[in-house]
């Protein structure tokens, strides 16, 4: 069981958005400001796609955004493309014994 | 160009050791904090491991700790984490990855993994 809870899947259409959850508590998500959220293609390493729960990292598309309310962030991905067809995980800084907690990872579908 | 290449993968068997190796390029390593992740066959992404830029403070995923110890030589780029103990659990592709500047708490750089099977 993760520490961060997300959907399994989600799937849209080429040019829909779509909004993945990651919940957590106040001795993470809720209670500092370091989500980050990757994409991972199947066979290659993950890329940091949002930082610090809305900061997008030099190279990323602005179609990307993150957020947060209480204990859940959000990633959200507009205009949706093909290639955006991935895992997707999101990960915060905790107060407990770990340092830092992942959650179990979102599988996007492009129809 | 930031590179991050990890070795010393294998298989080995449970109760057995390995010593995992990323030899990292393109940054100044040590004003970096550095990180394992880990990711079973099939499976999400798991925290193992995090190292200071000068190597003084360390932490572990409760999952890890007392068994694995992550250290870091600055003089030659290089970051390690030595396995101990090994359990099947402890099967996956383990990846080394880079603090950015903002923060230690995620990661901008990832190396392509290597993976560890443990198995009798």
């Known amino acids: 069981q993760s520490a961060l809870t997300q959907p399994a899947s989600v799937s849209a259409s080429p040019g829909e958005s779509i909004t993945i959850s990651c919940t957590g508590t106040?001795?993470?998500?809720?209670?500092?400001?370091?989500v980050s959220w990757y994409q991972q293609h199947p066979g290659k390493a993950p890329k940091l796609m949002i930082s610090?729960?809305?900061n997008r990292p030099s190279g990323v598309s602005n179609r990307f955004s993150g957020s947060k309310s209480g204990n859940t962030a959000s990633l959200t991905i507009s205009g949706l493309q093909a290639e955006d067809e991935a895992d997707y995980y999101c990960s915060s800084y905790t107060r407990g014994s770990t340092l830092v907690v992942f959650g179990g990872g979102t599988k996007l579908t492009v129809l | 160009e930031v590179q991050l290449l990890e070795s010393g993968g294998g298989l080995v068997q449970p109760g057995g050791s390995l010593r995992l190796s990323c030899a990292a390029s393109g940054f100044t390593f040590s004003n970096y904090a550095m990180s394992w992740v880990r990711q079973a066959p099939g499976k999400g992404l798991e925290w193992v491991a995090l190292n200071s830029g000068s190597g003084k403070s360390t932490y572990y995923a409760d999952s890890v700790k007392g068994r694995f110890s992550i250290s870091r030589d600055n003089s030659k780029n290089t970051l390690y984490l030595q396995l101990n103990s090994l359990r099947v659990e402890d099967t996956a592709l383990y990846y080394c990855a880079k603090g950015s500047e903002s923060s230690v708490y995620h990661s901008d750089y990832w190396g392509q993994g290597t993976l560890v099977t443990v198995s009798s």
């Open positions: 610090d729960v809305s």
């Open positions: 106040s001795s993470d998500v809720g209670g500092y400001n370091y």
